[in-house]
């Protein structure tokens, strides 16, 4: 006998909703026979009830049972046909967590139960597993949404203003001494007020966060023999990891939005729309597969095998319009529940195709632009994915920043030292005019980072010539060899000072190149206090020491370089001269005949022709005149000091020195106007005059 009552429902909203009185549940499959709703007690660990939904409108399945409240745990099982060939892999055996599942109980055990075909038959994929998963695999939990905001406003930085640091949540605070164990690595650690004081000390306007979607943790079974940890396997889109709660509420994660918007910091997602932790056809099933294949993944001709061009197994159907529909739901729920500010799309490649190719009319693209929420937070794409024609910086639509692997490359080898990278790097100064200036893009389009959490961080980037992963157990098979990295004569750790010295200056000329550069600043945590990762420049599952935050036992050699962060970030936001939404033009803003931005060489005259050409120069300046104020940046990647002749304005103005990466100077002293100075080696110097 039912212990619930039970009537049809509605197909909308989708996933578990409780209206007071019991759960409306409703699930989209478009090829299903059967479906049927598995209640579980409060632990997961028993089936209790399972109903059969019979009412299926326009491809959803609902069902409504009066009486169910929040914190029902829950799961489908799926009914149809299982023929791989032809793209069908329904299997009732195993339970399927509900896609849109706002929280998760239960970790996933590797156990040969998760996947639907028998994996020790010789027909792999082919053949069918009778064993019930349900044992194995995480349940969906009915939530209640309600939440005191308390009167929460957003910060609302413009994305001109913005400064992003991009972090992993779990390893930001696994070593704070000031979290309690028991909230380390959560949530509800990283919302500690000394965590958050830190982040409003050290000026950023953003918190960038890795995913924190539900993701595949541990993955013990051959050909893994470590964690994933950065997280970019997620199987759920609305639902958090687990393990960063401290707690069983997903309020702990609106508790740490609310604090950080009262500390006037945003807060971006990382998000993972274009693949799922199933992956290709020998990967587990424990919910799109299982739910409706056909529709949830883009398959080959073949529909055996899947299309990727992620390079994770099966790329997301986004074009399905269920699937698109999902994507958009959750974006949404996360703008609207958590008042996230923004998302950072990983792969925004797969994600904008259409029949296999990149395109700016694809339903994703188009569904994003026209949104009234999505309006309200800002956008970030990664450009790029593996599959043919992926790569695509600076082919999104207005609206959209990007990642710039080219301002990243090119900063990278002039404070390398390598040739031929002056021109260059002035257009990645500049914003990058030549990838964004069309269609009336913003300056701001580009997003500029010189380090990530891919790829060596900035004490490493000045460490190591190569990558060092082996402890990643792929025999330093992975990870890439591009790194455009100098460790200044010594391959990793030393002693020696004039070593130590070079790699600092580099760093800070660095981090100073990207302050004094048009666009959006992206920093990675653990840069700021010069973290190292031993070389390793791909620690995905690295959840240690190698990636967490060392928040003690810094040197006082490298807090020098915590502090200079603080000065740059805090004088980018003083200045305001970055604060501008179109590219610059070389021409005069007004009568006096100054251009927007001038261009100057160590002789003070402005650059010609030949002086762009000039394969061995390591050094350049910009002047940028906005009508009240000058200020003049000078980047020496020279191994020698320089002299360097200021322009020689018409007027009696003096120059303030402002910025002095290299800290020979006593900083805010005059300079008379067209005099000559001695830049360090290595060195960026930034130098103001008020009008």
């Not at 339903?363 to 632009?369: G, M």
């Not at 914003?431 to 069309?438: L, Q, R, W």
């Amino acid at each position: 006998m039912a212990k619930f009552k039970i009537s049809e429902g509605s197909s909308y909203p989708l996933g578990a909703n409780y209206d007071g009185k019991g759960v409306n549940f409703a699930l989209f499959s478009a090829h299903a026979e059967k479906v049927e709703l598995c209640l579980f007690d409060a632990s997961g660990a028993e089936e209790l009830e399972r109903y059969a939904i019979t009412v299926n409108d326009n491809n959803i399945w609902h069902i409504y049972l009066e009486g169910v409240k929040p914190e029902q745990v829950y799961g489908y099982r799926v009914y149809g046909k299982y023929k791989p060939e032809e793209g069908y892999r329904f299997n009732p055996n195993k339970l399927l967590i509900d896609p849109y599942g706002k929280r998760l109980i239960g970790k996933l055990i590797w156990n040969k139960a998760i996947f639907g075909y028998d994996t020790e038959s010789p027909d792999k994929d082919l053949s069918f597993s009778t064993l019930d998963s349900a044992p194995y695999v995480p349940k969906s939990v009915v939530t209640d949404g309600s939440y005191d905001w308390e009167g929460d406003e957003r910060p609302n930085y413009k994305f001109e203003e913005t400064v992003v640091y991009e972090t992993h949540l779990r390893g930001y605070t696994m070593l704070h001494p000031y979290v309690p164990d028991a909230k380390r690595g959560t949530f509800a650690g990283f919302s500690q007020d000394s965590v958050i004081n830190y982040l409003k000390w050290l000026g950023i306007t953003a918190v960038e966060f890795l995913p924190i979607h539900a993701f595949f943790g541990n993955r013990h079974k051959k050909g893994y023999v470590t964690d994933n940890y950065w997280g970019y396997e997620s199987f759920s889109f609305f639902a958090p990891e687990q393990s960063y709660l401290a707690s069983n509420s997903i309020n702990e994660i609106k508790d740490l939005v609310k604090n950080m918007h009262a500390h006037g910091l945003e807060v971006f997602l990382d998000v993972v729309y274009n693949h799922t932790g199933e992956g290709n056809q020998l990967g587990p099933t424990l919910c799109y597969r299982g739910i409706d294949n056909l529709s949830y993944y883009t398959l080959s001709e073949n529909k055996r095998y899947y299309y990727d061009s992620t390079g994770c197994g099966a790329s997301f159907n986004v074009q399905n319009p269920y699937v698109l529909t999902m994507v958009m739901d959750s974006l949404r729920y996360w703008v609207k529940e958590f008042h996230i500010d923004g998302f950072r799309f990983d792969l925004a490649s797969t994600l904008s195709r259409q029949h296999t190719n990149f395109t700016q009319e694809s339903a994703f693209l188009y569904a994003i632009a026209q949104d009234p929420e999505l309006k309200k937070v800002k956008l970030i794409a990664e450009p790029w994915d593996i599959g043919h024609g992926g790569y695509q910086v600076g082919g999104f639509l207005p609206g959209w920043a990007e990642w710039n692997d080219k301002y990243r490359d090119t900063v990278r080898r002039f404070w390398k030292g390598d040739m031929n990278q002056t021109p260059e790097l002035a257009s990645r100064i500049a914003g990058s005019s030549d990838v964004f200036n069309y269609k009336n893009r913003d300056i701001w389009s580009s997003v500029n980072f010189i380090t990530a959490h891919d790829g060596f961080n900035l004490r490493d980037l000045v460490s190591y010539n190569v990558k060092h992963n082996s402890a990643n157990g792929e025999e330093n098979r992975d990870g890439t060899n591009s790194n455009w990295s100098w460790n200044s004569g010594n391959e990793g750790e030393t002693d020696n000072d004039l070593i130590r010295d070079n790699r600092l200056a580099r760093a800070k000329a660095m981090l100073s190149t990207l302050m004094l550069s048009f666009g959006t600043p992206m920093i990675v945590a653990g840069d700021d206090i010069a973290h190292t990762q031993q070389g390793n420049n791909n620690p995905y599952c690295q959840d240690n020491a190698i990636t967490w935050f060392a928040w003690e036992g810094i040197s006082d050699y490298h807090k020098k370089l915590t502090r200079f962060f603080r000065k740059a970030i805090r004088l980018r936001r003083k200045l305001k001269i970055f604060e501008r939404n179109k590219f610059f033009t070389g021409r005069p803003i007004d009568k006096s005949g100054y251009k927007d931005i001038t261009w100057y060489t160590e002789y003070g005259t402005e650059f010609n022709g030949g002086n762009w050409h000039e394969e061995n120069r390591k050094c350049l300046s910009y002047c940028v005149y906005t009508g009240s104020r000058f200020v003049m940046c000078i980047f020496n990647a020279n191994y020698n000091e320089m002299l360097w002749h200021l322009p020689d304005l018409e007027k009696e103005y003096k120059w303030t020195l402002i910025l002095d990466s290299s800290d020979s100077f006593d900083e805010s002293q005059k300079v008379s106007n067209g005099s000559a100075i001695r830049v360090p080696a290595w060195s960026v110097l930034a130098f103001e005059i008020k009008k």
